[in-house]
């Protein structure tokens, strides 16, 4: 019930186009559901988090997009630029009070 | 705002000895942080809570005895590897809880036992 589950593994993208990471929670308890971004030999840095009482949230051409009914949701990232190749994370936790859960992350690669 | 640091990035050591990494958030006061070991092309594992002032949370399969971690004061938590072995060679990343409580992470530690 702890687990996050997040898809694809791996995702190529064209510059100039959309790409969308999925993930899915089972917890109902979780409050707090960040994205992060990790270059390789980095550590994870927190590129934007949604809570469940809202169904969007943009930054920039970053979205999460909510569904708490489904217990999903994803991160759109619009305008793919090369710079954007990283591997990214979702997670879930009960902010405050728990550890985060991490999805197993997914690499994306913009090309040219 | 909401820096977190780590010391030192990397470090190479010989089988059988310790070693230390320390854990710093430079502009709040984190009661609480938390330790991550990373593989490559791995998620995050996190192997201890540790709490400011009290004895750390281990998650289940990490020995204690072997990882300790000390959080004396509101801006760092230590990680020692004690007799480290090349098994343990790995990615260390900590991370602090800011006041709303979000994790920021900091960037991480390369160990190498050889």
């Known amino acids: 019930q702890q687990q996050v589950k997040q898809s694809p593994q791996s995702l190529i993208v064209q510059k100039g186009g959309i790409s969308i990471i999925n993930c899915a929670y089972e917890?109902?308890?979780?409050?707090?559901f960040p994205w992060y971004q990790q270059f390789p030999g980095k550590g994870p840095a927190l590129l934007i988090a949604?809570?469940?009482?809202?169904s969007e949230k943009k930054e920039g051409r970053f979205t999460i997009s909510f569904n708490k009914s489904a217990k999903q949701f994803s991160l759109h990232i619009m305008d793919s630029q090369p710079g954007d190749s990283a591997t990214y994370f979702c997670?879930?936790?009960?902010?405050?009070?728990?550890?985060?859960?991490f999805g197993p992350g997914t690499s994306l690669s913009v090309i040219p | 705002g909401a820096v977190v640091s780590q010391h030192p990035s990397r470090v190479i050591c010989k089988s059988g000895t310790s070693v230390k990494i320390e854990c710093r958030s430079l502009?709040?006061?984190?009661?609480?942080m938390f330790w991550y070991r990373q593989f490559p092309k791995q998620s995050l594992m996190l192997m201890a809570t540790?709490?400011?002032?009290?004895?750390?949370?281990?998650e289940q399969g990490v020995e204690k005895d072997k990882f300790l971690i000390n959080h004396a004061s509101l801006t760092l938590s230590t990680l020692t590897v004690t007799s480290a072995h090349p098994e343990d060679s790995s990615f260390y990343i900590c991370?602090?809880?800011?006041?709303?409580?979000?994790?920021?992470f900091g960037p991480g530690t390369r160990l190498t036992v050889t």
């Open positions: 991370s602090a809880r800011g006041r709303g409580g979000e994790q920021y």
């Open positions: 917890n109902t308890a979780f409050d707090y």
């Open positions: 949604i809570r469940p009482d809202v």
């Open positions: 997670a879930a936790t009960r902010i405050s009070y728990d550890k985060v859960i």
């Open positions: 502009d709040f006061q984190a009661t609480t």
């Open positions: 540790s709490n400011e002032g009290s004895k750390a949370t281990y």
